[in-house]
Nanobody
């Protein structure tokens, strides 16, 4: 069983940047698809980005060119660098881990709040 703990959320102005981190209690080297989801107030949860063990990245259209996902298997950590943040990026961000790309993740973190406000 792998536990995921997110950090790095907070309040940021539009156009600003944040870097989210996700620390795993166990090894993530065997977890193929690490990713980030988010849920904005009043909206459904949506996939933000994923990264496979081979380093293949996938992004939601709404964040392409602004967000970058990365993973460090040696540190059992996944990151989400968020630049040029917009009001609509306000949400709770969840770190996820799944053994199979394209399938619902098996592991979820508790979430970290990101608020974009002036």
């Amino acid at each position: 069983q792998v536990q995921l703990v997110e950090s790095g959320g907070g309040l940021v102005q539009p156009g600003g940047s944040l870097r989210l981190s996700c620390a795993a209690s166990g090894s993530i080297s065997s977890i193929n698809a690490m990713g980030w989801y988010r849920r904005a107030p009043g909206k459904q949860r949506e996939l933000v980005a994923t990264i496979t063990g081979s380093g293949r990245e996938n992004y939601a259209d709404s964040v392409k060119g602004r967000f970058t996902i990365s993973r460090n298997n040696a540190k059992n950590t996944v990151y989400l660098q968020m630049n040029s943040l917009k009001f609509e990026d306000t949400a709770v961000y969840y770190c996820t881990g799944g053994y199979f790309s394209g399938s619902p993740p098996q592991y979820w973190g508790q979430g970290t709040q990101v608020t974009v406000s002036s």
